[in-house]
DNA sequence: TTTTTTATGATAAGCGCTTGACATAATCTT
DNA sequence: AAGATTATGTCAAGCGCTTATCATAAAAAA
């Protein structure tokens, strides 16, 4: 391994003289500078991290606490993240918590051992307490974890309002919230409380079937199959897109329209999910914007831990995507 | 931060005997042992890696080096990986190459710098003598880097021939590839030379259409348009299941029926195309075991680096998925 | 009791790098 | 030419932990 004596001895200079260079501090002369950075790139020198980061430099890492990035929305939110940290000079610690408790404990505590600069938290299985404890600078996604912990979110609320206004202006008056009903914090409901609000607006009755998000697709499909066949509903709000895939298939086994006697729209409107299913309505999260403000605001925390934000929820807009499915 | 000397004080005797506890080496009473687990536990303390891994010691951190995990294949396949590293272990650093030859390059020299234990290359953008250079442990997915890496792919030979006699058997006659025709190593090669095998077999007319997979989605659906509106095709090999989704969707559009008119397979078979598109035919690449395989593989050479494997080029066994979309 | 074995402690070196203190050149000012 | 500025070097301490060495004490075996 090339280490620090050994780009001194080539570039004919002393260690110190080398450091200077690499942290850019103390007097340096051009022309040592250019002599040292030829030898490091001669040697392929790569200053070791660790040992830097022994020294109370910053380690670069940062933890990605999400659920699972099979999921194509969070595999693109985690990519665009990604994408986003390493424009900053950082390295993502993907850490998949799916519904696991125990699994995102464990990653809390190799994440605090590993002295990462920071950890942007998207899964939701822990409590706050134990993000406190990490002493880590933290921003949430989705989910309000505590009050000095910034949090970066879609409009949910809104979104649920707009995806039930746009089922009711094409003619939907039976209109049933599908999805998560009382996961508590979890931002399924705030689409729930969008729809709930619009629905009380416009004089209807809230009909909502829940759909358990992490449930076995069996029984996500009984639960369907049970609303599609026994209950009178002309349109669907979709807690999500999978589900709203869902009930596009089933529909269509059971022979049900789609839009004339079922109009649909789900939520988050992944890349993938827009490109693959182009009949479906959705509404869609601005998940690049939400990367972006995730890590600029967690790279401010880093920078500066104790300044105070000025503000501590972010709710960006979502956008109505209008297809087949709700009657377009 | 809870230090070596911390937990000593607390339990009441030196950091030789927490460090012999720690590291598992010496003589030590199971009473001491005790007592110094309780301070520790008392003390939430955690080893600090950066100065474990300084000594020496592993990181346990691996370099995972993907194309994209919003790409629903490519984001199961990461997330079981994850899984798996976490099982034994270690830490997965997310590494999405996209196809930017300078992030891949800039990551592999994060990834020296960090001191990783080893990489699982996914990415398909640098040459073989980068990877070399980094010394380090390696395992390659689906491309061959070296004849001293080992590779670990799903048979895709034997992929394209069976989705190419899937669509023999139901009646088609004039079968298309579509897909990436011409990438050297590239994993949709192999399927194209297993199609191009079966079309010779069945003495039939080989066609070959090409759609670039890093190209624009306009652009992919110009190139599928062109075949169905200007080609006599009665059936399709699509070299993944993200193209045959598009072909699916602009078959609808042109009012062509699937399977009468035309049967289609596609190639990957991730749970979420499964899930959502069931009616599409597929070749599954069994993600789970190259996922655990890899990790096997990885574990072994970075246990024993010059071990010498019995073997280095694994092909794990694919499915058929039949549906409707090929006629069934 | 004597010898072995087991248990713990004190001390120090070192992993690769940073940084401060201090010293000495070389170059620039006026 | 004298002082100021800039450039480089030597040396040593330290980040938190591991590990080897040596010493000593307690428990077990002979």
């Known amino acids: 391994m090339v280490k620090l004596t050994d780009v001194a ?4 200079c002393s260690v110190t003289t080398v450091s200077r260079v690499i942290n850019n501090y103390g007097y340096i002369s051009q022309k040592t500078r250019k002599k040292v ?3 490091m790139k001669e040697l392929n020198y790569q200053p070791n991290s660790v040992a830097r ?9 940062i933890g990605l606490i999400f ?6 929305f969070f595999g693109e939110l985690v990519s665009k993240i990604e994408d986003q940290l390493f424009k900053h000079g950082y390295k993502t610690i993907l850490c998949n918590a799916g519904n696991d408790k125990e699994k995102e404990r464990t990653y809390l505590q190799m994440l605090m051992a590993n002295q990462v600069d920071g950890i942007i938290a998207g899964a939701h299985n822990l409590g706050i307490e134990e993000y406190q404890r990490t002493g880590l600078p933290i921003v949430s996604f989705d989910r309000k974890l505590s009050d000095n912990i910034p949090i970066v979110s879609a409009d949910n609320f809104k979104g649920g309002s707009l995806a039930t206004q746009e089922l009711y202006n094409h003619g939907a008056r039976h209109i049933y919230f599908v999805g998560n009903p009382t996961l508590d914090g979890h931002p399924t409901q705030k689409r729930l409380l969008g729809y709930k609000e619009t629905i009380k607006e416009l004089k209807l009755t809230e009909h909502i079937h829940p759909v358990i998000f992490n449930e076995t697709l069996a029984l996500k499909e009984m639960a369907i199959r049970d609303l599609l066949e026994n209950h009178k509903v ?4 979709a ?4 589900t709203a895939l869902l009930i596009l298939n089933i529909s269509h086994d059971l022979g049900i329209h789609i ?4 109009k649909i729209i789900g939520f988050d409107g992944s890349k993938v999910v ?3 299913e182009p009949r479906l309505s959705t509404i869609v999260q601005p998940i690049r914007s939400i990367a972006q403000l995730l890590v600029k605001l967690l790279e401010k925390r880093i920078d500066n831990p104790t300044e105070e934000l000025d503000n501590y929820t972010y709710y960006l807009p979502v956008e109505l995507l209008k297809r087949e499915s709700s009657g377009n």
Chains 1, 2 share one sequence.
Not at 9 to 12: D, N, S, V
Not at 259 to 262: E, I, V, Y
């Open 53 to 61: 980061s022994l020294q109370g430099k910053k380690t670069k890492l």
């Open 37 to 39: 950075h030829e030898a």
């Open 234 to 237: 002309d349109g669907i709000v």
């Open 274 to 276: 827009r490109d693959f």
């Open 9 to 12: 001895a080539k570039a004919g």
């Open 67 to 72: 659920p699972d990035v099979s999921n194509p």
């Open 259 to 262: 839009p004339k006697d079922l």
């Open 239 to 242: 807690s999500d897109d999978l």
